[in-house]
């Protein structure tokens, strides 16, 4: 997997590759694009920040490829701080620009661990009276689920490891990772 960038020697293995990346957000484009073939005001996607911020962009154009026509919002929650587990406590960051009642959303999100930040997230969409709310989330880690949240997209089921790479962080860092991976442990040491 070496390609001489200076991730690599930080990083243990890697969990999904860049090609396997590529084509799983294609297919989830084609499958939420004919899922929402009629909406005739488009899909409102919601980015979660900043993890989902690759995901998002690559999503986003491989659904515009195929339609419907898509706007884009971004909020930015926390429930983590620099540390590696769930607090289940959210905050939030940055809201909506605006009004989202009667559109059709769907959340853009990274990574669905305990479930707690999706759960919390969902209940606040709803209560904004969109016409749906949707999610789709790259990973998945199933052995990690605290409370059950209905994600209609799951791109991969990954274990139940602490990943870096394709937005995901670790204490802020690792994000530009264009593959998902694992950390080697004498990274978390010097930190
Ligand atoms: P919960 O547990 O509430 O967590 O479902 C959701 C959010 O936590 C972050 N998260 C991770 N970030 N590597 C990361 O860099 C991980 O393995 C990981 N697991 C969870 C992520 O922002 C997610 O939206
Ligand atoms: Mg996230």
């Known amino acids: ?40 005001d488009g899909i409102l996607l919601v ?5 989902a911020v690759m995901f ?6 491989s659904l515009g490829r195929q ?9 930015a929650v926390s429930s983590y701080g620099q540390g590696t587990t769930s607090s289940g ?12 009642a009667g559109r059709h959303v769907l959340v853009v999100e990274d990574i669905v661990d ?4 999706l759960s919390w997230l969902m209940k606040y969409l709803e209560s904004r009276q969109p016409a749906s709310v949707e999610v789709v989330a790259l990973f998945r880690k199933p052995d990690a689920v605290k409370v059950q949240v209905p994600v209609k997209y799951v791109g ?9 790479g394709y937005g995901l962080d670790f204490a802020e860092r690792y994000r530009e990772l264009p593959y998902v991976g694992v950390l080697r442990p004498e990274v978390y040491a010097r930190s």
């Open 67 to 75: 339609g419907p026509s898509t706007e884009m919002e971004f909020m």
């Open 47 to 51: 980015c979660v920040l900043k993890g």
């Open 114 to 117: 305990s479930g707690l930040t």
């Open 56 to 61: 998002m962009a690559d999503f986003a154009r």
């Open 156 to 164: 991969f089921d990954i274990p139940n490891e602490f990943v870096v």
């Open 89 to 100: 406590v959210v905050r939030i960051l940055k809201d909506l620009d605006r009004d989202i």
């Open 1 to 40: 997997m070496a390609d001489g960038s200076w991730y690599d020697a930080d990083i243990d293995h890697v969990i999904i590759s860049e090609e396997q990346i590529r084509e799983k957000i294609d297919e989830l484009a084609k499958q939420v694009s004919a899922d929402h073939a009629d909406a005739a």
